[in-house]
C-alpha cells in the first residue's frame, strides 16, 4: 500500500504482534510514523559513529516533542557485534534508569538493529524497540523478522533471540550516503529472496541492476518493498524457523564459514552472503539437483550486483577450515549439517541429503588456490 508522501506500508502478519513496515523517503523526519508505535516515553535510541552524525539530530528533532531520549552510540563493524559492546546498551539503560516500560530504537544496519534488538529482549525479561534501517542489507533484511543477537568468537549469530520490533521505518534517502560497497552487499540479499521462491523478481533484478546500481529511487523502492513483502510472507508463516524460515539462509551457510573464517569485519556480511549463493548454486550442480543454466543466470546476476562471486582462496581458509565452520551453524541438528540448496531459480529447499564427501569434493572445487 502506498500512502501520504510516497510512503508504502506493507504488515507483518503476525497476529497481535503484527507490526508495520513503513518504506519511502522522508520517513525519519514525520513523528506520526513513530508515536503511533511507541508506548512509554522513556527511549533508547542506538546508533553507531558512521550513522550517527549523518541522522541522530534529525531523529532527535522529530522526537524529542514527545519522549524524554537517551542515546548510546556504539563503534561501527561487525567486529564490535559482541556480548562486551552490548554492555554499552545496559550500561545506559541502568544508568538512566529506565524501566520495563522503555523503547528502544536502532538507528543503523544490521549490527545495530540486531544488537538492540537483542538488548531489548533481555533488558527486564523484554521491552519494546523499533527499527530504523539505514543500509539496504537492513532494510530488506535484518530489521524485519524479530531474528536479534551477537556474535561468538566460534560461531556468527550464535547467541540471541527471536524478538519482534514495534515498527520497522525505512527512510529510503539514507540510502543516498551509503557507501557503494555497502550498498551492493545489500543487493545479495534482494537476490536472495528472487532465488529462494520468486522467480518473477530475478528476472526484474537482471533487467535492472544497472538502475539499482545508479541508485534510481523508483527501482529501489519497488526493490526494497518487494523484498521486504517476499520476507515478511515467510515469516508470518514461520516466526521461528521451524521450517520454510530457514530458506532465508540461502548461502549462509557458506558465508558465516568466511566472515567466521576471515575474521569479522573483513568481508561485509553481503559480500560473504553473494559468495555463500553462488557455492550453494555450485553445489546444487555438482549434486544434479539444478540445471548449470540457471546456476550460471545466478552467479552472473550477483556478479553484476558488484559481490564476489568465489570464495577465499585456500591460503585463507582451506576446504577442512570451511567445512570445520560451517559445522558450527543454527541449521545443524543432531550433529548432521543442513543446506539451502536450489532445484532451479525460485526453487530454494533445505537438504542433509549429501554425504561430507560430496560437500569436500565441490569445496575443492570452489576454493581458489
Not at 519494546?128 to 535484518?142: A, E, H, M, R, W
Not at 529510503?172 to 545489500?186: K, V, Y
Not at 534482494?190 to 544497472?210: Q, R
Not at 529447499?349 to 572445487?365: G, K, M, N
Amino acid at each position: 500500500m502506498t500512502g501520504a508522501a510516497g510512503l508504502r506500508k506493507l504488515t507483518v502478519d503476525l497476529g497481535d504482534r503484527s507490526y508495520p513496515i513503513i518504506i519511502g523517503p522522508g520517513a525519519l523526519r514525520d513523528s506520526a510514523n513513530f508515536t503511533t508505535w511507541i508506548r512509554s516515553r522513556q527511549l533508547l535510541i542506538v546508533t553507531n559513529d558512521t550513522v550517527g552524525p549523518l541522522y541522530l539530530e534529525t531523529l532527535r528533532e522529530t522526537l524529542e516533542p514527545h519522549y524524554r531520549i537517551a542515546t548510546v552510540t556504539l563503534p561501527d563493524g561487525e567486529e564490535y557485534k559482541n556480548l562486551d559492546v552490548l554492555n554499552r546498551i545496559f550500561d545506559k539503560l541502568l544508568g538512566e534508569r529506565f524501566d520495563r516500560g522503555c523503547t528502544l530504537l536502532a538507528l543503523g544496519g544490521g549490527v545495530v538493529g540486531d544488537m538492540t534488538g537483542f538488548a531489548a529482549a533481555c533488558y527486564q525479561r523484554g521491552v519494546d524497540f523499533v527499527q530504523v534501517p539505514t543500509t539496504l542489507l537492513s532494510q530488506v533484511d535484518s530489521s524485519v523478522g524479530g531474528k536479534t543477537g551477537v556474535n561468538h568468537p566460534l560461531g556468527k549469530n550464535m547467541i540471541g533471540a527471536f524478538h519482534q520490533p514495534r515498527c520497522v521505518i525505512a527512510d529510503t534517502n539514507t540510502l543516498n550516503t551509503l557507501p557503494d560497497r555497502e550498498l551492493s552487499a545489500g543487493l545479495a540479499e534482494v537476490i536472495k529472496y528472487g532465488l529462494i521462491n520468486d522467480p518473477e523478481f530475478f528476472s526484474w533484478l537482471e533487467d535492472n541492476m544497472a538502475a539499482l546500481l545508479s541508485r534510481k529511487p523508483d527501482a529501489t523502492g519497488y526493490a526494497i518493498e518487494r523484498s521486504c513483502r517476499d520476507k515478511a510472507t515467510v515469516v508470518a508463516a514461520d516466526e521461528k524457523e521451524a521450517g520454510q524460515r530457514a530458506l532465508l539462509n540461502l548461502g549462509h551457510t557458506f558465508a558465516h564459514a568466511i566472515e567466521n573464517g576471515m575474521g569479522y569485519g573483513e568481508w561485509l556480511h553481503g559480500e560473504a552472503v553473494g559468495a555463500g549463493m553462488c557455492m550453494a548454486a555450485h553445489f546444487s550442480v555438482d549434486l544434479g539437483l539444478m540445471p548449470e543454466t540457471d546456476a550460471l543466470r545466478a552467479i552472473e546476476l550477483i556478479r553484476l550486483a558488484g559481490l564476489p562471486v568465489d570464495p577465499p582462496s585456500s591460503t585463507s581458509i582451506d576446504r577442512e577450515k570451511f567445512l570445520q565452520l560451517m559445522s558450527v551453524d543454527k541449521k545443524v541438528q543432531d550433529g548432521q549439517l543442513r543446506l539451502v540448496l536450489m532445484q532451479g531459480i525460485g526453487k530454494a529447499f533445505v537438504t542433509a541429503d549429501f554425504s561430507r564427501e560430496a560437500l569436500a569434493q565441490s569445496l575443492d572445487r570452489m576454493i581458489p588456490s
